[in-house]
C-alpha cells in the first residue's frame, strides 16, 4: 500500500467532510473535484487561512497522472481565456478516474494575462511560448469522485491554522 499525505489550503475554518461543489465555470484544468497537493509548502503559498491534511492509500484508487507536460499547458491555456468547452473532452477524461495528478502551471496569473493578449492577437507565439512553464516540484492532486471523498471523510483529517493570516 502506498499512503501519502495531502494538504488543502482554504479559508474554510469549519470543514467537517469534503465534497464536490458544482461551479458554473470550471477554469480548473483538471476539472469538477476537490484539488490538493502532496507539498505542504507549495499549500501554504497559497495564501488562505487554513491547511487541512489527509492521508490516502492511492492504490486504492483509479488514478491518472501521466499528463505530457506539452498537453497540460494547452488545457491550461484553453481554460485561462475561458475556452473550457473546446477543453471539456479532454477534461471530461478525467471523469473515469477517482484521483488526477498533475503539474502545477507556473505564475498562472501571468499566463492568464498573456494567453488573452495571444488570443487577441497582441502577441506572437514566441511570446507566450516564455510563459510555458511548470512549477518544479509542484504538483495537484484533484479528488474526483464520491468514493474518494467518502474514504478522506471516513478516515478524518487533520486542520492547521497558518499563523499571520
Given at each position: 500500500?502506498?499512503?501519502i499525505?495531502?494538504?488543502?489550503?482554504?479559508?474554510?475554518?469549519?470543514?467537517?467532510?469534503?465534497?464536490?461543489i458544482?461551479?458554473?465555470?470550471?477554469?480548473?484544468e483538471?476539472?469538477e473535484?476537490v484539488?490538493?497537493?502532496?507539498n505542504?509548502?507549495?499549500?501554504k503559498?497559497?495564501?488562505?487561512?487554513y491547511?487541512?491534511?489527509?492521508?490516502i492509500?492511492?492504490?486504492?484508487f483509479?488514478?491518472?497522472?501521466?499528463?505530457?507536460?506539452?498537453?497540460?499547458?494547452?488545457?491550461?491555456?484553453?481554460?485561462r481565456?475561458g475556452?473550457?468547452?473546446i477543453?471539456k473532452?479532454t477534461?471530461?477524461?478525467f471523469d473515469g478516474?477517482?484521483?488526477v495528478?498533475?503539474?502545477?502551471?507556473?505564475?498562472a496569473?501571468?499566463?492568464a494575462?498573456?494567453?488573452?493578449?495571444?488570443n487577441?492577437?497582441d502577441?506572437?507565439y514566441?511570446?507566450?511560448?516564455?510563459?510555458?512553464k511548470?512549477h518544479?516540484?509542484?504538483?495537484?492532486y484533484?479528488?474526483?469522485?464520491?468514493?474518494?471523498?467518502?474514504?478522506?471523510n471516513?478516515?478524518?483529517?487533520?486542520?492547521?491554522?497558518?499563523?499571520?493570516?
Open positions: 500500500m502506498k499512503t499525505k495531502l494538504y488543502h489550503a482554504t479559508n474554510y475554518k469549519n470543514i467537517s467532510e469534503f465534497k464536490i458544482k461551479k458554473k465555470k470550471r477554469f480548473c483538471l476539472g473535484g484539488y490538493f497537493t502532496s505542504l509548502e507549495q499549500a503559498r497559497f495564501g488562505k487561512k491547511i487541512y491534511e489527509i492521508e492509500d492511492i492504490d486504492l483509479k488514478c491518472y497522472e501521466h499528463i505530457q507536460n506539452e498537453d497540460f499547458v494547452y488545457l491550461c491555456y484553453l481554460c481565456i475556452l473550457e468547452n477543453a473532452e477534461i471530461d477524461k478516474y477517482d484521483i495528478i498533475s503539474p502545477v502551471l507556473a505564475k496569473k501571468k499566463f494575462n498573456k494567453s488573452e493578449m495571444f487577441e492577437g502577441i506572437d514566441n511570446e507566450i511560448k516564455k510563459y510555458f511548470l518544479e516540484g509542484m504538483n495537484q484533484c479528488l474526483k469522485t464520491k468514493k474518494v471523498l467518502n474514504y478522506i471516513k478516515k478524518g483529517f487533520l486542520k492547521y491554522k497558518i499563523q499571520d493570516r
